[in-house]
Nanobody, 125 residues
Framework: QVHLAESGGGLVQPGGSLTLSCTMPGLNLDYYGIGWFRQAPGKEREGVSCIITLNKLTYYADSVKGRFTISADEAKNTVYLQMNSLKPEDTAVYFC??????????????????WGQGTQVTISS
């Protein structure tokens, strides 16, 4: 059974940085699209970034392009989300999720069959 676990959230000031990790013990990353999503209070869950390690493709929401970077360490079964120049509107619970169709359509949340528990990211001075 696929199991995902996020870590690395916290409280940072605007303009700061955080790196989130999503570990997936025993999972071959090449068989999945791995996405990062976030959900702020009172808002719908939205896609942030996604990676397909099989063909080295990455995807980003317009709101985070140029600030966030997704990467993967296949030897560690871990996907990272490096977040720079953080803004208060980035405050949310961040989730990672696995898509067994090896796709990264972040509008199709139901295609991501397995989700982590989430990690809180708060941007505030």
């Amino acid at each position: 059974q696929v199991h995902l676990a996020e870590s690395g959230g916290g409280l940072v000031q605007p303009g700061g940085s955080l790196t989130l990790s999503c570990t997936m013990p025993g999972l071959n990353l090449d068989y999945y699209g791995i996405g990062w999503f976030r959900q702020a209070p009172g808002k719908e869950r939205e896609g942030v970034s996604c990676i397909i390690t099989l063909n080295k493709l990455t995807y980003y929401a317009d709101s985070v392009k140029g600030r966030f970077t997704i990467s993967a360490d296949e030897a560690k079964n871990t996907v990272y989300l490096q977040m720079n120049s953080l803004k208060p509107e980035d405050t949310a619970v961040y989730f990672c999720a696995a898509n067994p169709f090896i796709l990264c359509d972040m509008d199709r949340l139901t295609d991501f069959s397995t989700w982590g528990q989430g990690t809180q990211v708060t941007i505030s001075s």
